[in-house]
């Protein structure tokens, strides 16, 4: 077989093309019901398969504190938890945070009180235009819950992924390490 010529049946990444029941237990391209569990609250939302989970909490669940910037997983502007871990929200399905907890930046203040990461970063002036601000919020949060006292080198390692292009990182940098002191004294 020469280049660029498709074997019946088979398709441009050699596997077998799909069996009409397979199209038949396809999902999409219309929007099909699902439930999601963002900050521990589950949400029942209509998504067409094609859209992401950042997308999803924005233009559906009005939960615009998750920033899209590049929307391709260069800036993780769009960070949130999944299941703990941090995640580029633009890289992810909604349908593949079914069944999963999602936390986003709207979690972290709690009765009214702001995160204490969200008051120093105010604090320090650690956001000017604001739009990595949530994403970075989320991946220090990430950091201080598995790693309450992290050295320098590990804030800088921790939020190496998310891009700032007003320049805050030392300002960031600095708060991080004075909540982690703060925890460290109490
Ligand atoms: S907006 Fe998701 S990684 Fe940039
Ligand atoms: S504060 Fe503007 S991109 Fe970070």
């Not at 992290?150 to 292009?165: D, Q, Y």
């Not at 390490?177 to 004294?185: F, G, I, Y």
């Amino acid at each position: 077989m020469t280049a660029g010529t498709v074997m019946a049946g088979v398709n441009a990444f050699g596997s077998e093309a799909s069996s009409a029941s397979e199209k038949d237990n396809a999902i999409g391209p219309e929007a099909v019901p699902i439930q999601l569990t963002i900050n521990g609250v589950l949400k029942e939302v209509s998504v067409e398969p094609r859209e992401t989970l950042a997308d999803t909490l924005r233009d559906h669940l009005h939960l615009t504190g998750t920033k899209v910037a590049c929307n391709r997983g260069s800036c993780s502007s769009c960070t949130v938890l999944l299941d703990g871990v941090p995640v580029n929200s633009c890289m992810i399905s909604a349908l593949d945070a079914v069944g999963r907890d999602v936390s986003t930046i709207e979690s972290l203040a709690s009765n009214g009180e702001l995160h204490p990461l969200q008051q120093a970063f105010i604090d320090h002036d650690a956001s000017q235009c604001g739009f990595c601000t949530p994403g970075m919020l989320m991946s220090c949060a990430h950091l201080l819950q598995t790693n309450p006292h992290p050295t320098f080198e590990e804030v800088k390692r921790a939020i190496s992924g998310n891009l700032c292009r007003c320049g805050t990182h030392p300002h960031i940098f600095k708060a991080v390490l004075e909540v982690a002191d703060k925890q460290k004294r109490k």
